[in-house]
């Protein structure tokens, strides 16, 4: 198998990802993890990986839905009351309900802990592996991995994009700061209970932080509506383009009759990224013993979203930037990259959020993901805009050459 060859029918595979994607999107509609979508649309991906793997199999898992996402509206609701507690003069409690609301955004967003799940019921998913033995002794392992699932709508992507983001972002960040500030002035200036409105204590200082808070307070209730959980996406790029790239590379090599001597693929198919790396933290644990084995070298490449031509990325710093993936696995994706003539692809840190790739580098498994999305964010970015007909077959067929290459130059030199 040359690159050369590769690049020739290159154009086949990546009409197979666009017509896979939208037979996907037309007949099972947006995917939120454990929705009906979700379950009609595993019986394509069982379907689609039984036709190009050696075997595939559905491992089931338990999550909960809405809980990850629900730390903006949780935390918007603390605030609100801290804010009114603040105002009559509890400035203790106002404090303590701000740490816990800066508790919950740490912990759930930018360490993807699953703080919340206890309050919320849990619901069965699964996801879908497939699996491509080596004809020889398996010397090597490489995972392909794109998330099943689709977001709920962020309301204010798709209304005003990335101005109304970053308002509802800095005003959340301008809100805890000052009830800190504010809790603690009023604490060591009237004491820690003072049953009278702030604005009657003499204090100016405590009534500025008040007045501050006061105003802040339609941007809390705007915070409340940040993911619309009754509008789950069709998520066309946002990921079925990372699931099928991934089929397509083990549809080429079965429609070739290339079968890898001493290296095993693995087509990984997980659920509940847009709800925390669920799928992707349950496939990791699963299978940490088996990933870890020294005596097959391992590697996981996330693909995700892979639709901006001009912004194709390697994530190197991971879930908002407090995990580092693999080095060696982003070489060698920038330098499968450059054999299939793509010279331009940054590895760098995903701007806020994360990848599937993270949840393996934790359990001690090299890896790293590939993306091609505008970090604006994009419009199309968890709104309904996410549809099969803006697909990119120019950067479909880049996603899918590098993927290919990346698997080829695995297979011939595993990790530098």
Not at 71 to 100: E, R
Not at 259 to 277: D, H, K, P, Q, Y
């Amino acid at each position: 198998m040359n690159s050369e060859k590769i690049s020739d029918e290159i154009g086949k595979y990546s009409s197979y990802v666009i017509e896979k994607i939208t037979e996907v999107c037309e007949k099972c509609g947006p995917r939120a993890v454990c929705s009906e979508g979700d379950k009609k649309a595993r019986k394509y991906f069982v379907r689609d990986a039984e036709e190009v793997c050696d075997e595939t199999t559905v491992e089931e898992f338990r999550c909960s839905d809405k809980a990850f996402m629900s730390w903006v509206s949780v935390g918007a609701t603390l605030m609100i009351t801290a804010i009114v507690l603040f105002v009559f003069g509890m400035p203790v409690i106002s404090l303590a309900l701000t740490l816990l609301t800066l508790f919950f955004i740490v912990s759930e967003f930018f360490f993807y802990k699953q703080t919340l799940d206890v309050f919320f019921r849990k619901k069965d998913t699964a996801n879908v592996i497939g699996k491509i033995k080596s004809s020889g002794e398996t010397k090597r392992r490489i995972i392909l991995c794109g998330h099943t699932d689709s977001a709920f709508e962020w309301t204010y992507t798709y209304h005003g994009g990335r101005p109304a983001v970053a308002t509802v972002i800095v005003s959340a960040v301008v809100t805890i700061v000052a009830a800190i500030a504010g809790s603690v002035t009023a604490i060591v200036s009237t004491g820690i209970f003072n049953p009278s409105v702030i604005f009657s204590n003499g204090n100016k200082a405590v009534t500025v932080f008040g007045i501050v808070l006061l105003c802040l307070i339609p941007f809390m209730i705007a915070a409340l509506f940040f993911c619309n959980f009754k509008k789950p996406v069709t998520g066309a790029n946002d990921n079925l383009t990372g699931c099928y790239i991934s089929l397509a590379v083990a549809k080429y090599l079965k429609d070739n009759n290339i079968r890898l001597e001493n290296t095993e693929i693995v087509i990984a198919l997980v659920n509940g990224e847009e709800s925390g790396l669920r799928g992707s933290k349950d496939f990791a644990k699963r299978h940490k013993e088996e990933f870890t084995d020294k005596n097959v070298e391992t590697i996981f490449v996330a693909i995700d979203t892979i639709h901006d031509f001009d912004f194709m990325k390697i994530i190197l710093g991971d879930m908002n930037g407090t995990v580092k993936n693999d080095k060696r696995v982003a070489n060698l994706i920038k330098e499968s990259g450059k054999k299939a003539g793509y010279d331009k692809i940054d590895i760098g840190t995903i701007d806020l959020g994360s990848t599937d790739a993270a949840a393996f580098s934790q359990i001690g498994v090299p890896a790293a993901s590939f993306i091609a999305m505008d970090p604006t964010p994009a419009r199309y970015y968890h709104t309904r805009l996410d549809t099969a007909d803006i697909l990119d077959e120019k950067t479909i067929r880049a996603g899918l050459e590098i993927a290919m290459e990346t698997v080829l130059q695995f297979d011939k030199n595993g990790l530098k």
